[in-house]
Protein backbone atom coordinates (compact mmCIF):
# COMPACT_ATOMS: atom_id res chain seq x y z
CA UNK A 1 0.00 0.00 0.00
CA UNK A 2 1.07 3.54 -1.01
CA UNK A 3 2.20 5.97 2.02
CA UNK A 4 2.66 2.62 4.11
CA UNK A 5 4.99 4.17 7.02
CA UNK A 6 2.33 3.84 9.76
CA UNK A 7 2.96 6.91 12.05
CA UNK A 8 -0.22 7.06 13.29
CA UNK A 9 -2.57 4.06 14.22
CA UNK A 10 -5.79 5.62 14.47
CA UNK A 11 -8.14 3.08 12.02
CA UNK A 12 -8.78 4.67 9.02
CA UNK A 13 -12.87 3.98 9.43
CA UNK A 14 -12.77 6.23 12.52
CA UNK A 15 -11.40 8.79 10.89
CA UNK A 16 -14.38 8.49 7.99
CA UNK A 17 -17.12 8.59 10.86
CA UNK A 18 -15.30 11.95 12.58
CA UNK A 19 -14.87 13.40 8.47
CA UNK A 20 -18.84 12.87 6.99
CA UNK A 21 -19.65 14.00 10.51
CA UNK A 22 -18.23 17.25 10.28
CA UNK A 23 -19.28 17.99 7.15
CA UNK A 24 -22.68 17.64 7.81
CA UNK A 25 -22.59 19.61 11.02
CA UNK A 26 -21.34 22.61 7.98
CA UNK A 27 -23.36 21.95 5.93
CA UNK A 28 -24.25 25.49 4.49
CA UNK A 29 -28.14 25.53 2.93
CA UNK A 30 -26.49 26.45 -0.38
CA UNK A 31 -24.10 23.41 0.27
CA UNK A 32 -20.22 23.71 -0.37
CA UNK A 33 -17.81 24.44 -2.82
CA UNK A 34 -15.53 21.87 -3.05
CA UNK A 35 -11.88 22.81 -4.18
CA UNK A 36 -11.08 20.04 -6.56
CA UNK A 37 -7.14 20.01 -7.16
CA UNK A 38 -7.66 16.38 -8.96
CA UNK A 39 -4.92 15.11 -6.12
CA UNK A 40 -5.49 12.00 -4.19
CA UNK A 41 -6.78 14.69 -1.11
CA UNK A 42 -9.61 16.15 -2.88
CA UNK A 43 -10.93 13.00 -4.36
CA UNK A 44 -10.99 11.99 -1.03
CA UNK A 45 -12.30 15.18 0.24
CA UNK A 46 -15.04 14.63 -2.83
CA UNK A 47 -15.91 10.70 -1.90
CA UNK A 48 -16.47 11.82 1.71
CA UNK A 49 -19.05 14.58 0.77
CA UNK A 50 -20.72 12.00 -0.97
CA UNK A 51 -20.79 9.83 1.96
CA UNK A 52 -21.80 12.17 4.02
CA UNK A 53 -24.77 13.20 1.64
CA UNK A 54 -23.73 16.68 1.49
CA UNK A 55 -24.47 19.05 -1.29
CA UNK A 56 -21.85 20.79 -3.03
CA UNK A 57 -19.89 22.87 -6.34
CA UNK A 58 -17.04 21.59 -7.32
CA UNK A 59 -14.62 23.54 -8.91
CA UNK A 60 -10.93 23.50 -10.58
CA UNK A 61 -8.66 26.05 -11.23
CA UNK A 62 -7.08 25.52 -14.46
CA UNK A 63 -3.68 26.79 -14.02
CA UNK A 64 -2.42 26.16 -17.09
CA UNK A 65 0.71 24.85 -15.65
CA UNK A 66 -0.61 21.70 -13.46
CA UNK A 67 0.42 18.33 -15.69
CA UNK A 68 -1.74 17.88 -18.57
CA UNK A 69 -2.78 14.02 -16.55
CA UNK A 70 -4.22 16.40 -13.79
CA UNK A 71 -6.48 17.86 -16.20
CA UNK A 72 -7.47 15.50 -18.37
CA UNK A 73 -7.70 13.34 -14.96
CA UNK A 74 -10.62 15.34 -14.10
CA UNK A 75 -12.11 15.53 -16.75
CA UNK A 76 -13.18 11.94 -17.17
CA UNK A 77 -13.33 10.91 -13.58
CA UNK A 78 -15.06 13.67 -11.70
CA UNK A 79 -17.33 15.11 -14.09
CA UNK A 80 -19.15 17.53 -12.31
CA UNK A 81 -16.57 19.96 -11.43
CA UNK A 82 -16.51 22.66 -13.70
CA UNK A 83 -12.98 24.01 -14.95
CA UNK A 84 -12.30 27.57 -13.66
CA UNK A 85 -9.54 29.56 -15.36
CA UNK A 86 -8.08 33.10 -14.54
CA UNK A 87 -8.38 36.14 -16.37
CA UNK A 88 -5.14 36.45 -17.23
CA UNK A 89 -2.51 33.24 -17.50
CA UNK A 90 0.32 32.17 -16.01
CA UNK A 91 2.87 33.05 -18.32
CA UNK A 92 1.69 36.87 -19.17
CA UNK A 93 1.40 37.41 -15.30
CA UNK A 94 5.10 35.91 -14.89
CA UNK A 95 6.34 38.05 -18.01
CA UNK A 96 4.29 41.32 -16.18
CA UNK A 97 5.09 40.60 -12.47
CA UNK A 98 8.32 38.50 -11.97
CA UNK A 99 8.43 34.41 -11.23
CA UNK A 100 6.99 33.25 -8.35
CA UNK A 101 9.76 33.27 -5.19
CA UNK A 102 9.93 31.20 -1.75
CA UNK A 103 8.49 34.70 0.09
CA UNK A 104 6.73 35.77 -2.95
CA UNK A 105 4.11 32.92 -3.92
CA UNK A 106 1.90 35.61 -5.60
CA UNK A 107 0.26 33.27 -8.29
CA UNK A 108 -0.95 30.80 -5.74
CA UNK A 109 -3.25 33.76 -5.19
CA UNK A 110 -3.89 34.86 -8.67
CA UNK A 111 -4.46 31.84 -10.82
CA UNK A 112 -5.70 29.61 -8.18
CA UNK A 113 -7.47 31.07 -5.00
CA UNK A 114 -9.13 34.08 -7.00
CA UNK A 115 -10.04 31.92 -10.08
CA UNK A 116 -13.71 31.84 -10.17
CA UNK A 117 -14.29 34.26 -7.15
CA UNK A 118 -17.71 35.37 -8.30
CA UNK A 119 -18.77 31.62 -7.68
CA UNK A 120 -16.58 30.70 -4.65
CA UNK A 121 -18.36 33.36 -2.78
CA UNK A 122 -22.04 32.16 -3.79
CA UNK A 123 -20.52 29.31 -1.96
CA UNK A 124 -19.22 31.22 1.27
CA UNK A 125 -18.05 27.20 2.77
CA UNK A 126 -15.31 25.84 1.03
CA UNK A 127 -13.51 22.78 1.14
CA UNK A 128 -10.22 21.44 1.06
CA UNK A 129 -8.25 18.94 1.07
CA UNK A 130 -5.66 20.16 2.83
CA UNK A 131 -3.58 18.09 5.62
CA UNK A 132 -1.43 18.93 8.30
CA UNK A 133 1.36 16.68 7.54
CA UNK A 134 1.92 18.21 4.38
CA UNK A 135 3.80 20.84 5.37
CA UNK A 136 4.97 23.06 8.86
CA UNK A 137 3.13 25.95 7.82
CA UNK A 138 -0.20 23.69 7.21
CA UNK A 139 0.29 22.40 10.66
CA UNK A 140 0.13 25.56 11.86
CA UNK A 141 -3.31 26.55 10.44
CA UNK A 142 -7.02 25.53 11.74
CA UNK A 143 -9.22 22.53 10.87
CA UNK A 144 -11.94 25.51 10.27
CA UNK A 145 -10.74 29.02 9.17
CA UNK A 146 -12.19 32.46 7.88
CA UNK A 147 -10.32 33.39 5.32
CA UNK A 148 -10.22 37.25 5.36
CA UNK A 149 -8.91 38.21 2.26
CA UNK A 150 -11.91 36.29 0.28
CA UNK A 151 -14.56 36.15 2.86
CA UNK A 152 -15.16 32.59 3.04
CA UNK A 153 -14.81 30.15 5.47
CA UNK A 154 -12.35 27.13 4.52
CA UNK A 155 -13.31 23.76 6.67
CA UNK A 156 -10.76 20.87 6.24
CA UNK A 157 -12.37 17.48 6.82
CA UNK A 158 -8.97 15.38 6.19
CA UNK A 159 -6.72 17.85 8.29
CA UNK A 160 -5.43 15.05 10.44
CA UNK A 161 -5.28 12.53 7.92
CA UNK A 162 -2.30 11.03 7.62
CA UNK A 163 -0.67 9.95 3.85
CA UNK A 164 -1.37 6.38 4.75
CA UNK A 165 -4.86 6.76 5.79
CA UNK A 166 -5.52 8.64 2.33
CA UNK A 167 -4.35 5.29 0.18
CA UNK A 168 -5.93 2.54 2.88
CA UNK A 169 -9.15 5.07 2.01
CA UNK A 170 -8.67 5.25 -1.96
CA UNK A 171 -8.35 1.02 -1.91
CA UNK A 172 -11.15 0.47 0.46
CA UNK A 173 -13.48 2.17 -1.60
CA UNK A 174 -11.52 1.65 -5.28
CA UNK A 175 -11.70 5.38 -5.65
CA UNK A 176 -9.51 6.38 -9.44
CA UNK A 177 -6.35 8.55 -9.13
CA UNK A 178 -4.31 10.29 -11.40
CA UNK A 179 -2.35 7.67 -13.39
CA UNK A 180 1.13 10.23 -12.01
CA UNK A 181 1.49 8.52 -8.14
CA UNK A 182 2.00 5.37 -10.02
CA UNK A 183 4.64 6.85 -11.33
CA UNK A 184 6.25 8.42 -8.56
CA UNK A 185 5.29 11.53 -8.26
CA UNK A 186 4.17 12.44 -4.75
CA UNK A 187 2.88 15.92 -5.70
CA UNK A 188 1.21 16.33 -9.05
CA UNK A 189 0.52 20.81 -9.07
CA UNK A 190 2.02 22.64 -10.62
CA UNK A 191 4.94 21.82 -12.78
CA UNK A 192 7.57 24.65 -12.71
CA UNK A 193 6.99 25.93 -8.96
CA UNK A 194 10.35 26.47 -7.89
CA UNK A 195 9.17 25.50 -4.26
CA UNK A 196 8.97 21.83 -5.34
CA UNK A 197 13.07 21.78 -6.82
CA UNK A 198 14.36 23.25 -3.55
CA UNK A 199 14.51 20.41 -1.38
CA UNK A 200 14.97 18.04 -4.18
CA UNK A 201 16.68 19.01 -7.51
CA UNK A 202 16.86 15.97 -9.00
CA UNK A 203 12.94 16.49 -9.46
CA UNK A 204 13.93 19.19 -11.52
CA UNK A 205 15.22 16.88 -13.96
CA UNK A 206 12.29 14.66 -13.89
CA UNK A 207 9.86 17.57 -14.35
CA UNK A 208 12.10 19.05 -17.30
CA UNK A 209 12.35 15.58 -19.52
CA UNK A 210 8.13 15.08 -18.92
CA UNK A 211 6.61 18.19 -19.69
CA UNK A 212 9.75 20.81 -21.57
CA UNK A 213 6.71 22.51 -23.24
CA UNK A 214 5.69 24.31 -20.24
CA UNK A 215 9.73 24.79 -18.68
CA UNK A 216 10.21 26.66 -22.79
CA UNK A 217 7.12 28.57 -22.38
CA UNK A 218 7.98 29.49 -18.34
CA UNK A 219 11.30 30.22 -19.44
CA UNK A 220 10.46 32.79 -22.32
CA UNK A 221 8.29 34.40 -19.54
CA UNK A 222 10.72 35.12 -16.93
CA UNK A 223 13.13 36.05 -20.13
CA UNK A 224 11.00 38.62 -21.18
CA UNK A 225 10.48 39.90 -17.16
CA UNK A 226 14.05 39.73 -17.13
CA UNK A 227 14.54 41.65 -20.24
CA UNK A 228 11.71 44.26 -19.10
CA UNK A 229 13.28 44.74 -15.84
CA UNK A 230 16.71 45.45 -18.12
CA UNK A 231 18.40 44.02 -15.56
CA UNK A 232 21.63 44.77 -16.50
CA UNK A 233 23.11 44.70 -12.62
CA UNK A 234 21.53 41.30 -12.26
CA UNK A 235 23.85 39.74 -9.63
CA UNK A 236 24.21 36.04 -11.99
CA UNK A 237 25.48 37.66 -14.37
CA UNK A 238 22.87 36.41 -17.59
CA UNK A 239 19.76 34.98 -18.12
CA UNK A 240 20.83 31.72 -18.05
CA UNK A 241 23.23 31.96 -14.59
CA UNK A 242 19.68 33.76 -13.13
CA UNK A 243 17.54 30.75 -13.88
CA UNK A 244 19.99 28.24 -12.75
CA UNK A 245 19.88 30.28 -9.83
CA UNK A 246 16.38 30.65 -9.29
CA UNK A 247 15.49 27.05 -10.06
CA UNK A 248 18.50 26.20 -7.36
CA UNK A 249 16.47 28.37 -4.82
CA UNK A 250 17.82 31.54 -3.46
CA UNK A 251 17.57 30.51 -0.21
CA UNK A 252 17.04 27.61 2.37
CA UNK A 253 13.45 26.63 3.03
CA UNK A 254 12.57 25.37 6.44
CA UNK A 255 11.73 22.03 6.78
CA UNK A 256 8.74 21.47 8.88
CA UNK A 257 8.56 19.96 12.48
CA UNK A 258 6.84 16.21 12.14
CA UNK A 259 6.52 16.28 15.93
CA UNK A 260 4.19 19.67 16.14
CA UNK A 261 2.01 17.36 14.18
CA UNK A 262 1.90 14.77 15.78
CA UNK A 263 1.38 16.31 19.02
CA UNK A 264 -1.52 18.52 17.33
CA UNK A 265 -2.83 14.76 15.79
CA UNK A 266 -2.68 13.14 19.43
CA UNK A 267 -4.65 16.20 20.34
CA UNK A 268 -7.14 15.99 18.24
CA UNK A 269 -7.55 12.38 18.64
CA UNK A 270 -5.66 11.61 21.83
CA UNK A 271 -3.34 8.76 20.29
S1 LIG B 1 2.21 26.20 -6.44
FE1 LIG B 1 4.01 27.44 -7.08
S2 LIG B 1 3.81 27.89 -9.28
FE2 LIG B 1 1.83 27.08 -8.51
S3 LIG B 1 0.63 28.86 -8.09
FE3 LIG B 1 1.65 28.35 -6.13
S4 LIG B 1 3.66 29.38 -6.09
FE4 LIG B 1 2.79 29.52 -8.19
Known sequence: MKGACRASTVPTDRLVKKATEFLQ?????????????????SSVARELCKMAEVKYFAGYSNTGIDPPEVVSFIKHNHPETVLLRPKENFYSLVSRKCPP???????????KERVGIDLKRFYPVHITGVRAEESGKR??????????????????????W???????????????????????????????????????????????????????????????????????????????????????????KKRESKEKQTQMFREEFGK
Open 25 to 41: KYEPVRGYFLADSGGKD
Open 101 to 111: LPGRRWCCEEI
Open 139 to 160: ARTQKVEITRRMGVVTIKPIFH
Open 162 to 252: REWHIWDFIEKHKLPYCSLYDEGFERIGCVTCPMIFQPNQAKLNIHKERWPGKFRAFERAVKKWYDRKQMVDCPHGSFEKYMEAYYRGFGK
